[in-house]
């Protein structure tokens, strides 16, 4: 473990020039000349490629794979794998109160999740010089996965005692899950909330703030960081909600302005995004992207907890020209302010 993470974070904060954290972990795959179905399946290939990472760019810390199937397929979900993208979670497996009662909660290390863990900790041996996150999925996008994402939504005005049934297991399942990537090594997790930024304030504090902040009070202290990911288009308006989570540090997606967010919430706690993982990163050019990089940065980097990062899970065949160029409009950014 790489120590205090409450002081690391504070170092980020009073750092004037300060590294970028995206989610990188996937384009390992080109490093690597592997598919994303090999990566998935092997805990070596797993922390090989996230030591590769960790030796071509200086982020500010390492994440690992934001796979937001695994938790599902150890509720027992079909999962789509594919070469070139993440894999996907097919259909649901609960549709009424019946069946959300009869829902077992899978122990640790069911289908991938020990496979995934097991990564971690050897990654953990190999990447030394910044801490090491876990990513897992968020309370409310793995009930909406095992419900299905569609009638999730629908389900918390229709079924609610339905939905927390499953919110409740998921919940259990993740606090435990989450202990074992501590127990293994991790500094911390990344928790990807996304389905809950879709919610109404209201819904999204029932039905998704109100669970990660149970897992939050469980896992986080001064030697384990919760990191609050979710890359809605409400999470301005949840905002004073997402605030009162208590994690060290948050994350957003690029369906919003950073600018319109950050004010709101804590100054001691770190508020990462947003440079668009599709459009930029997968799609966009090295010029396009250096210019996305410097708008964020101009509209947030005088807020001394900000940190650029991508807005979400960086893709598997992203073009290393871009994210490269990512990383050196960063520090072209901050070698010109300093």
């Known amino acids: ?47 090989e490629g996230m030591k590769r990472v960790a030796e071509r760019v200086p982020a500010a810390a390492s994440v690992s794979l934001m796979d937001l199937s695994v938790e599902a397929e150890a ?21 009424d109160e019946g069946e959300a009662e009869a829902l077992a909660v899978p122990a640790v290390g069911t289908a991938r999740t020990g496979l995934y863990v097991e990564a971690l900790g050897k990654a953990v041996q190999k990447i ?26 629908v389900y918390c005005y229709d079924e609610p005692d339905m939905v927390h049934t499953v919110l409740e297991k998921c919940t259990a399942f993740l606090i435990a899950y989450i202990r074992e990537y501590r127990r293994v090594g991790a500094d911390g997790v990344v928790i990807a909330e996304p389905l809950g930024g879709l919610l109404s304030p209201a ?24 990191i609050y990911h979710n890359c809605g288009n409400a999470t301005v308006q949840q905002a004073p909600d997402l605030a009162t989570l208590g994690c060290k540090a948050y994350h957003f997606g ?5 600018a319109d967010i950050i004010g709101l919430l804590p100054k001691d706690a770190l508020v990462m995004g947003n440079v668009d993982p599709a459009g930029e990163f997968r799609n966009g050019t090295a010029d396009s992207i250096r210019a996305a990089t410097r708008r964020v ?34 520090e072209k950014y901050y070698h010109t302010i300093s």
């Open 254 to 258: 690029n369906a919003i302005r950073m």
């Open 75 to 95: 509720f027992g979900s079909q999962i789509r794998f594919s070469d070139e993208e993440v894999p996907a979670v097919i259909g649901s497996i609960v549709s």
């Open 1 to 47: 473990m790489f120590g205090n993470m409450y002081a690391w974070v504070e170092e980020q904060i009073k750092a004037t020039r300060k590294k970028a954290m995206p989610v990188l972990s996937f384009p390992a795959i080109q490093l690597m000349d592997i598919t994303v179905k090999e990566l998935i399946g092997d805990s070596d290939l797993q922390a």
């Open 203 to 226: 819904l999204a504090l029932e039905f998704s703030t109100d669970y990660v902040k149970k897992i939050v009070d469980a896992v986080q202290d001064e030697h384990f960081l919760v």
């Open 128 to 153: 030394t010089d910044r801490p090491v996150f876990a990513g897992v999925i968020g309370p409310f996008s793995l009930a909406g996965r095992l419900l299905d994402v569609s009638e999730a939504m």
């Open 297 to 330: 940065l101009e509209e947030c980097a005088s807020h001394p907890n900000f940190v650029i990062s991508s807005g979400c899970d960086i893709p598997p065949m992203s073009k290393w020209e871009n994210i490269e160029a990512f990383f050196d409009e960063v």
